[in-house]
């Protein structure tokens, strides 16, 4: 399995020479399996320079799976190339939002006043597919949904193949009302993954200004990494005002609290360009962030 991050921030695309290692664009993170099936996840405004390099290679088959429908997850949409391409198959995967299905709430996004071509007259084929708590398969992916507990919902995925497994898990707010049991569920839903890439977005000094926004301390997405047993933790949906310098405080903390429970656990922060290859639960291949 083969996993590529297009973009980690959140909330707001940002630009300028403090955001440069960690990029700023928003989620979008490419998954491959050994097979060749590509699946991308959420469209961002990282699904732009995804979807450029994607033209060189027209005529295949993407499967666009969204964890929900708020505007950073979707801003990039208009401008992914491959829905300009009538040789483009393009499958849709996302969970109602709220009222509406994604399909609709596509369609109202990418409309007049909002945007000058209307969704019904994109020339690729799009085929919508509704995700329930049920695995589903695409290809030799293996995709579980998890419930995020964040406002309006969504859901995060464990993908598998080959006995490696990969959790994703942005905008999820891990301790702000829960039911009773809930950090057992993310922890059995992580439990012993090769990599999760979780939100990570406010510090312990934040935190109170955002509460119940649906985003988690980066200490709480740790502790969770720790518990479940995971081997990686990415941190992920970074802060928009959160500068390179300031992230890189961020997980040198991030690693010393691994250190002092006695885990062994590799922690890092997800950025633009992070790329690793999953080969089975032992092995892999990893490029940092630039």
């Not at 695309?13 to 979008?28: A, N």
């Not at 020339?123 to 309006?152: D, Q, W, Y």
């Not at 959160?242 to 609290?257: E, L, N, P, Q």
Request: aromatic content about 12%.
């Amino acid at each position: 399995m083969r996993i590529k991050c297009w973009g980690a921030r959140g909330s707001i695309p940002v630009s300028g020479t403090d955001f440069i290692r960690y990029g700023g664009d928003t989620s979008c993170v490419e998954v491959g399996s050994a097979k060749g099936d590509l699946v991308i996840l959420d469209a961002g405004t990282g699904i732009r320079a995804f979807g450029d390099q994607f033209a060189e290679a027209p005529g295949k088959v993407i499967h666009l799976v969204f964890t929900h429908a708020h505007i950073d997850h979707l801003v990039g949409f208009p401008y992914f190339r491959p829905i300009f391409d009538d040789r483009t198959t393009l499958h849709i995967y996302g969970a109602p939002c709220g009222a509406d299905s994604l399909e609709t709430a596509l369609r109202k996004f990418m409309r007049s006043p909002y945007f000058p071509v209307d969704f019904s007259a994109l020339p690729c084929e799009i085929i919508f597919h509704e995700v329930s708590a049920a695995p589903f398969m695409i290809g030799a992916l293996k995709l579980t949904p998890i419930r995020l507990n964040h406002p309006n919902g969504g859901c995060g995925y464990r993908i598998e193949e080959r006995g490696a497994a990969f959790v994703f898990l942005t905008d999820n707010e891990l301790e702000y009302g829960k039911p009773g049991g809930e950090t057992d569920y993310f922890e059995a839903m992580c439990k012993g993954a090769d990599l999760l890439m979780h939100d990570g977005e406010y510090t312990d000094k934040e935190y109170p200004l955002f509460e119940s926004w649906g985003h988690s301390r980066y200490t709480d997405a740790v502790k969770l990494a720790v518990a479940a047993k995971v081997k990686r933790l990415g941190l992920f949906h970074i802060n928009s005002r959160r500068t390179d310098k300031c992230m890189d405080a961020i997980v040198d903390d991030a690693k010393a609290i691994v250190k002092k429970c006695g885990a062994e656990l590799e922690c890092f922060g997800v950025g633009a360009g992070f790329e690793i290859e999953l080969q089975s639960n032992t092995q892999y291949k990893m490029k940092a962030s630039p």
